[in-house]
């Protein structure tokens, strides 16, 4: 038998809930009872147990549950040249709930230098034995599309499309960066592509006067531009999420709008795509993935609650989406990671209200 590949026929998306040792180390970091060098032997010590019990698992893929970020992607961004992390007037609003009001903007030419999460993927790689280790980063449509022109100083970018194009040189360098690094398996995480198949958030970029089509086609070219002279021996796959914050949601509705541009023109090696529940639509967009180039992940285990998934409902949902794309192209997922955020999820036994 043939070693697997990733995507692995069972794979994860990435975070896990942050345990008490980190939270409570984190508290007194801020307020200064240990130094950067205490909080990071925590996580060190964290990250291991992690990444045992995901070994224990059987999993082939193993990350460090994203437990040095407070955020899935603003500790990123803000590590970036020419991003600055600021404290926001309100928060991202979610169903009902809303984040800590932080966010980025483009205060300088944004590029790619010696980021502080290529020493915690070295770190992973050490400890990962005969696993995967996989890095999880944002994408690069995400830096732009939260704040959009406003929140890029126009002094810098007069033009906006130079901006696109340090964009994708920005992730470019990540890429290389990652791989020079050790990394086969990255993941770029991206909400963009799900927001842009809800009508209302299509309505709010309409409303702050940009053409959702058009981003969508200018997103679809900063990733393959980044994805250019990719490593063969490296795996890229795209993550599409809806929002997933204390078990709420941002974005509803199926694939439709964005599936010809993102599936059929975006290089990347593996869509990991929310199916976890109504709101993601039906399969049919995966008729656009391109047969035998890239492979499918569906989010078809939700991490919004701890209900377990019935196993024979699973199997008739894998042969329904085999309508679409070839079974053979398919692999299985939860939906999400369990902690976009160090909040992490409300993961009870009833559901009601957080599918």
């Not at 690094?181 to 990255?186: D, F, H, M, S, V």
Request: hydrophobic share 40%; proline share 4%; glycine share 8%.
């Amino acid at each position: 038998m043939q070693p697997q590949q990733a995507p692995f026929r069972a794979d994860i998306v990435g975070s896990f809930l942050r345990p008490d040792a980190i939270k409570s180390a984190r508290e007194r970091f801020a307020s200064g009872v240990i130094d950067a060098a205490a909080l990071r032997q925590v996580e060190n010590d964290a990250i291991r147990a992690s990444v045992a019990q995901q070994c224990a698992c059987g999993l082939h893929v193993v990350t460090d549950g994203e437990f040095r970020r407070a955020w899935w992607h603003l500790d990123f961004f803000a590590e970036l040249e020419g991003v600055e992390l600021y404290s926001a007037e309100q928060g991202i609003q979610f169903k009902g709930i809303q984040t800590k009001a932080q966010s980025v903007r483009i205060t300088g030419k944004v590029a790619f230098g010696n980021h502080p999460m290529l020493e915690d993927f070295r770190f992973l790689k050490s400890i990962s034995g005969s696993a995967q280790p996989k890095m999880t980063i944002p994408s690069p449509s995400v830096l732009h599309f939260r704040g959009g022109a406003a929140a890029i100083d126009r002094t810098v970018y007069p033009d906006l499309n130079d901006y696109f194009d340090d964009l994708a040189t920005t992730w470019r360098d990540a890429i290389r960066a990652f791989y020079d690094a050790g990394c086969r398996y990255l993941q770029l995480d991206d909400t963009v592509w799900a927001y842009l198949c809800s009508d209302e958030q299509r309505a709010e970029v309409r409303a702050r006067g940009e053409d959702p089509d058009e981003l969508t086609r200018i997103y679809a070219r900063v990733l393959n531009k980044a994805l250019e002279g990719k490593p063969e021996d490296l795996t890229v796959g795209l993550h599409v999420c809806r929002g997933n914050f204390r078990s709420r949601w941002i974005s509803e509705g199926g694939y439709e709008p964005v599936a010809e541009v993102l599936f059929g023109t975006v290089n990347v090696d593996a869509f990991f795509l929310e199916y976890d529940n109504d709101r993601s639509g039906d399969f049919s967009p995966l008729r656009f993935i391109r047969p035998g180039k890239q492979r499918v992940v569906l989010g078809l285990i939700t991490t919004k609650n701890g209900e377990l998934e019935n196993p024979e409902l699973i199997k008739a949902r894998l042969k329904e989406a085999s309508e679409f794309v070839d079974l053979n192209q398919v692999c299985l997922s939860p939906q999400c990671g369990f902690a976009s955020t160090e909040e992490g999820m409300l993961l009870l036994n009833n559901s009601s209200g957080t599918r």
